[in-house]
């Protein structure tokens, strides 16, 4: 199974700061990552796929980048609604799996 | 618009069985992959199984071969996930979601959840 691990694993900042989540793969999975946003008692939206393309409906401020074995999630004005556990998801190969997720604190 | 319903809650006892729903519109139901994803209480996301349902193509998680079972019912535009011989660490969210293009595992369309509570 390929094992996705999220840095940091939690993060606080303040609204308008930039910030990155990185995410890395036990092998390279080329472009197969996708990220999604998870908000308590809701379900997972996705927000970036094949590593940096935007969702339809998603700010701009949200970007992704990276291939291989390493990603990143990047949110470059961080806004209030912002605040949401974020996880990446590889669809590279079978069994599929997720990150463990990284929480995203707004002070 | 596709939409994925799922019922609220179930409360089982160990050893018993519990039959998942999801309810799908908005598209041709039953032709396209549909995924089963769980979470555990403060936990991350864990990628249960993966079925096209008319068709009965399923693929699943090695620690589930043999306790779950995938149906679906075309006339309601229904899937389900039957999983057996629940045990506590089956008390989760159940999600189900498609993809878009079907087969990419890019998890565009969620259900709300259904919440399994094992428990004696």
């Known amino acids: 199974d390929i094992q996705m691990t999220h840095s940091p694993s939690s993060l606080s900042a303040s609204v308008g700061d930039r910030i990155t989540i990185t995410c890395r793969a036990s092998?390279?999975?080329?472009?197969?990552l996708n990220w999604y946003q998870q908000k308590p008692g809701k379900a997972p939206k996705l927000l970036i796929y094949a590593a940096s393309s935007l969702q339809s409906g998603v700010p701009s401020r949200f970007s992704g980048s990276g291939s291989g074995a390493d990603f990143t999630l990047t949110i470059s004005s961080l806004q209030p609604e912002d605040s949401a556990t974020y996880y990446c998801q590889q669809s590279y190969s079978n069994p599929i799996t997720f990150g463990q997720g990284t929480r995203l604190e707004i002070k | 618009q596709v939409q994925l319903v799922q019922f609220g809650a179930e409360v089982k006892k160990p050893g018993s069985s519990v039959k998942l729903s999801c309810r799908a519109s908005?598209?041709?139901?039953?032709?396209?992959?549909l995924t089963w994803v769980r979470q555990a209480p403060g936990q991350g996301l864990e990628w249960m199984a993966r079925?096209?349902?008319?068709?009965?193509?399923?693929n699943y998680t090695q620690k589930f071969q043999g306790r779950v079972t995938f149906t679906a019912d075309r006339s309601t535009s229904t899937a389900y996930m039957e999983l057996n011989s629940l045990t506590s660490e089956d008390t989760a969210v159940y999600y189900c979601?498609?993809?878009?293009?079907?087969?990419?595992?890019?998890?565009?369309?969620w259900g709300q959840g259904t919440v399994l509570i094992v428990s004696s």
């Open positions: 908005g598209d041709t139901f039953g032709t396209y992959t």
């Open positions: 079925v096209i349902p008319v068709l009965g193509i399923t």
């Open positions: 092998q390279s999975i080329s472009n197969y």
């Open positions: 979601a498609r993809d878009a293009p079907s087969g990419s595992d890019i998890f565009h369309f």
